[in-house]
């Protein structure tokens, strides 16, 4: 069986930092792309950043540009996404998705991601 777990969501005030971790178990995604996206009640999920399996080739949206960096520990099957100088408009439930086994093509759009965690809430305050 397949498992994301997102951890790290939480209530910080703007100008924070913000450290989300995807935790996969049941199979192994070192060979795959992974994901982050984010959803606010009422919106489409939205693509946040994308990294390769190597963990060497990343790619973000243009609203997190600079501020979140996305990494991953394959001896730990685990993804991270660091968020600094969080902004209101950051609050969101944040997903974590991985692409089909040995997929290793980064992308935005979220049908292109097989896997996908339970989703971890993140508020920032103004």
């Known amino acids: 069986q397949v498992s994301l777990v997102e951890s790290g969501g939480g209530l910080v005030q703007a100008g924070d930092s913000l450290r989300l971790s995807c935790a996969a178990s049941g199979r192994t995604f070192n060979r795959s792309a992974m994901g982050w996206f984010r959803q606010v009640p009422g919106k489409e999920r939205e693509f946040v950043g994308s990294?390769?399996?190597?963990?060497?080739?990343?790619l973000y949206a243009d609203s997190v540009k600079g501020r979140f960096t996305i990494s991953r520990d394959t001896t730990k099957n685990t993804m991270y996404l660091q968020m600094n100088k969080l902004k209101p408009e950051d609050t969101a439930v944040y997903y974590c998705?991985?692409?089909?086994?040995?997929?290793?093509?980064?992308?935005?759009?979220?049908?292109?991601?097989?896997?996908w965690g339970q989703g971890t809430q993140v508020t920032v305050s103004s």
């Open positions: 990294i390769s399996w190597s963990g060497d080739i990343t």
């Open positions: 998705a991985a692409r089909g086994i040995l997929v290793q093509a980064l992308a935005r759009s979220e049908k292109e991601y097989s896997f």
